[in-house]
């Protein structure tokens, strides 16, 4: 008998062996009930946590930039179905390259249900500038906070609760290579998803009235030219920034295609078409 | 007055280390070298040149970050003195 050996038995019925009710889908993503994007700076383990989530051997490895498309897949966490989607890399929803274009466009416009953002726990300070700018846009965001078991190794330790209760989201430490805290993340991931856990996320505040005044006003007009697009005063916000890119998304109206089908009924597909077809 | 012109990032010799005083571009670029961690007050390394002198890796905030000398010229600095 190893230490490892996990007793099993009355485990099972009690909640806290949340894992037990973890079934890994694989590539079966068909009538999910959540989407979760897992989104986060390069190199952080991201595909790693995919992977533990969902049992596919998405390719890990070890240098920034290796996921440049999205990867999808699946698992059974409580009786719901969840749809994960691995995003590339990004530092920041403000400056991005192409391929970080591919994550920036489904975190602000794919509309998933819970963002989890894998942090890396040994170069905390850095990561958290994605963390808060993601906090601006959604509620309904985890940080995982990765790498735990490197941070140990460093002699760094960190203050998880702290940092939630600044954050006002879940902060779940891993060390996913391992295994270790991802119990704690599938049931993180799904009291965000269903409301239970109610985030107060951190947002910046005191911001000039003038320019609240100009985002809203921009916002509105953002909203009438392209009817259901998320996040209209992140993109007015953009505007009134100069942002080279956005511009050039509203003149040709390429930013309508995010937005296009998410109308209508079953939200996250149409969008998800949408997003597909645009590459 | 000792100094004029204001030193920047691409004098800095690996081994040497510095903080961040100013940038100087604007727009994504100055955008893009916040989002990588460097603003005024940041403590910077220069770790390693590549064989041709361009682009330097530097230690940001406890990452490898490379820059080309053009991105560097851009960013002010104030020379950490020792060692």
């Known amino acids: ?279 | 007055m000792l100094e004029m012109t204001p030193h920047t990032l691409d004098m800095l010799k690996p081994g040497q280390a510095a903080t961040v005083t100013a940038l100087t571009c604007e727009g994504p670029d100055r955008r893009r070298l916040m989002d990588l961690g460097i603003l005024p007050g940041t403590t910077i390394v220069a770790e390693l040149t590549s064989p041709l002198g361009d682009p330097t890796a530097y230690l940001v905030r406890g990452a490898l970050v490379a820059l080309r000398r053009e991105q560097a010229r851009h960013i002010c600095i104030a020379f950490i003195d020792g060692d």
């Open chain 1, 1 to 279: 008998m190893t230490a490892k050996t996990l007793p099993t038995g009355a485990c099972e019925t009690c909640p806290v062996a949340k894992n037990a009710t973890l079934i890994k889908l694989g590539l079966n993503v068909e009538g999910w009930d959540y989407v979760v994007a897992l989104a986060g700076n390069p190199n952080t383990g991201k595909s790693t946590v995919f992977n533990a989530l969902t049992g596919l051997r998405q390719h890990v490895g070890n240098w920034p930039g290796k996921t440049v498309a999205r990867a999808e897949g699946g698992f059974l966490y409580k009786e719901k179905r969840f749809k994960l989607v691995d995003l590339p890399g990004t530092y920041s929803l403000l400056s991005t390259s192409v391929d970080e274009e591919v994550a920036r466009d489904f975190i602000l416009f794919g509309q998933p249900d819970v963002t989890v953002v894998v942090v890396d726990a040994t170069r905390l300070e850095r990561n958290l500038n994605l963390v808060l700018q993601i906090l601006e846009i959604t509620d309904k965001v985890v940080v995982c906070l990765n790498l735990m078991d490197e941070a140990k190794r460093h002699g760094l330790t960190v203050d998880a609760r702290a940092l939630s209760r600044d954050l006002g989201v879940p902060v779940i430490p891993a060390a996913a290579r391992k295994g270790e805290g991802i119990p704690d993340l599938l049931q993180a991931i799904s009291q965000v998803a269903q409301g239970e856990y109610v985030t107060r996320p951190h947002r910046i505040k005191s911001r000039d009235p003038k320019l609240a005044r100009a985002v809203e006003k921009l916002a509105l007009e953002v909203e009438a030219a392209f009817p259901g697009l998320p996040n209209a005063r992140w993109v007015a916000m953009r505007l009134l920034e100069g942002d080279a890119r956005i511009v050039e998304a509203v003149r040709t109206r390429e930013l309508g295609n995010l937005s296009r089908g998410v109308q209508p009924q079953p939200v996250r597909r149409e969008a998800d078409v949408v997003l597909e077809t645009m590459r």
